[in-house]
Nanobody, 125 residues
Framework: QVQLVESGGGLVQAGGSLRLSCAAS????????MGWFRQAPGKEREFVAA????????YYADSVKGRFTISRDNAKNTVYLQMNSLKPEATAVYYC??????????????????WGQGTQVTVSS
């Protein structure tokens, strides 16, 4: 069992930056791949970024590539999402998720085993 708690969301102007964190409970965090997803009102949940258990593999949605960076610290049981050059269309609830086995990364929500409660990100124009 893995419990996930996101933090770091908030209100930011377009062009600004935010860093989201996702703290995980459980001793097996390092065996999971981790992903970030987002869901805007009236839209489906969409993939943002994912990272393998070791951090050696990362993958990004085209819409965020070059502006967002996913990373993890297995000693702290935490995964991060650094978001730069934010655009208003990034406004959404952001969720972190854990997927096993962790040596590969996947982009479809149904393949993830555990989810956090989400954190709101609002980008004003």
């Amino acid at each position: 069992q893995v419990q996930l708690v996101e933090s770091g969301g908030g209100l930011v102007q377009a062009g600004g930056s935010l860093r989201l964190s996702c703290a995980a409970s459980g001793r097996t965090f390092s065996s999971y791949a981790m992903g970030w997803f987002r869901q805007a009102p009236g839209k489906e949940r969409e993939f943002v970024a994912a990272i393998s258990w070791s951090g050696g593999i990362t993958y990004y949605a085209d819409s965020v590539k070059g502006r967002f960076t996913i990373s993890r610290d297995n000693a702290k049981n935490t995964v991060y999402l650094q978001m730069n050059s934010l655009k208003p269309e990034a406004t959404a609830v952001y969720y972190c998720a854990a997927e096993w086995p962790g040596h590969i990364v996947v982009v479809t929500p149904y393949e993830y085993d555990y989810w956090g409660q989400g954190t709101q990100v609002t980008v004003s124009s």
